[in-house]
């Protein structure tokens, strides 16, 4: 089976410009995550989705960061403008949702971001 | 938000050494996850394990919530056990929110 899908895997741009990270979570499962991991703060949950709707974005950083997700199978998280400080490598997680329960989190290999 | 702690922040073993990695939490928790990251960045799901304890090949997990501690056995390491192995918390109000631990680097040398 497929695991998580991230794309792209790695993106250089300079700052200013727009950036759309993609993720296709596992088949099936309904909950999707956002983490970014930095050497300064480590691994850190920016947002997260049950059934395609934001239930936690307390760890989004600013009003520049946007996520969506517009069916079961796609999610992006938006970064406009982007600034050096947003240098990170992002994950994607997902997994099987049950009411009252939590499940293993899976994830994808991760897109690795420079702004310059 | 609750605290983790994670025990050896560094750890260097030559293969075929046991070795146990500690994992301290501040509050109460109902969700409990380990994970491996490997030299490549990829982060692999080892257990989940809220409470009590699971095994699968080599690795074993334990957790006792009551007092507020897990513990991951690695049993006969091997080079690709290498890497950062972190633990990740949720307590009862945090939904499926995980917080990770700064994580132990894991070191083994043939």
């Known amino acids: 089976d497929a695991g998580v899908i991230q794309s792209p895997r790695h993106e250089v741009t300079e700052m200013g410009q727009e950036v759309t990270l993609r993720c296709k979570p596992i088949?099936?499962?309904?909950?999707l995550f956002w983490y970014r991991q930095t050497m300064m703060r480590g691994l850190e949950l920016l947002i997260y989705?049950?059934?395609?709707?934001?239930?936690?974005d307390s760890g989004m950083p600013e009003d520049r960061f946007s996520a969506k997700m517009p069916n079961a199978s796609f999610s992006t998280l938006k970064i406009q403008p982007s600034e050096p400080r947003d240098s990170a490598v992002y994950f994607c997680?997902?997994?099987?949702?049950?009411?009252?329960?939590?499940?293993?989190?899976?994830f994808g290999d991760g897109t690795r971001l420079s702004i310059l | 938000g609750i605290q983790v702690e994670q025990s050896p922040p560094d750890l260097i073993l030559q293969e075929g050494a046991n070795s146990t990695l500690r994992c301290n939490f501040s509050?109460?928790?109902?969700?409990l996850q380990w994970f491996h990251q490997n030299p490549w960045g990829q982060l692999i799901n080892l257990f989940y394990i809220p409470s009590g304890t699971k095994q699968n090949g080599r690795l074993s997990a334990t957790t006792v919530a009551t007092e507020r501690y897990s513990l991951l056995y690695i049993s006969s390491s091997q080079t690709t056990d290498s890497g950062v192995y972190f633990c990740?918390?949720?307590?009862?109000?945090?939904?499926?929110?995980?917080?990770f631990g700064e994580g132990t680097q894991l070191t083994v040398n043939p």
């Open positions: 997680a997902s997994s099987p949702h049950h009411r009252g329960s939590n499940q293993p989190q899976h």
């Open positions: 990740a918390v949720g307590g009862e109000t945090s939904g499926s929110r995980l917080t």
């Open positions: 509050d109460s928790v109902n969700n």
């Open positions: 088949s099936g499962h309904n909950s």
């Open positions: 989705f049950n059934n395609n709707v934001p239930i936690d």
